[in-house]
């Protein structure tokens, strides 16, 4: 059974920078994405950033305009997200998860697993 823990939430100023951290235990198979995802209050669960494990490959939400990076470290199992010049409008709850390659890598449907979330609050 995978298991995923996210830490590294905290508050920020806007134009400063976090790095997120999800540990993953349990076996995942080679053919997974893990992703980032965030909800604000009253609104959908959205897709950041997403990486294949197997290839490295990486995708990310559009609206990011560059500032945010997904990477992996395989040997320690762990998966981050690294945050540079935050804004208010990225205060929200930040979930890893972890899914198969069939569908989107930045659709909520296509993960099966999440983590319990770490809260991301940035002032303006």
């Known amino acids: 059974q995978v298991q995923l823990v996210e830490s590294g939430g905290g508050s920020v100023q806007a134009g400063g920078s976090l790095r997120l951290s999800c540990v993953v235990s349990g076996f995942t198979g080679s053919r997974s994405y893990m992703g980032w995802f965030r909800q604000a209050p009253g609104r959908e669960r959205e897709g950041v950033a997403a990486?294949?494990?197997?290839?490295?490959?990486?995708a990310y939400a559009n609206s990011l305009q560059g500032r945010f990076t997904v990477s992996q470290d395989s040997a320690k199992r762990m998966v981050y997200l690294q945050m540079t010049n935050l804004k208010p409008e990225d205060t929200a709850m930040y979930y890893c998860?972890?899914?198969?390659?069939?569908?989107?890598?930045?659709?909520?449907?296509?993960?099966?697993?999440w983590g319990q979330g770490t809260q991301v609050t940035v002032s303006a």
């Open positions: 990486i294949n494990i197997l290839t490295g490959g990486t």
């Open positions: 998860a972890r899914g198969l390659w069939s569908g989107d890598p930045l659709r909520v449907s296509t993960y099966s697993t």
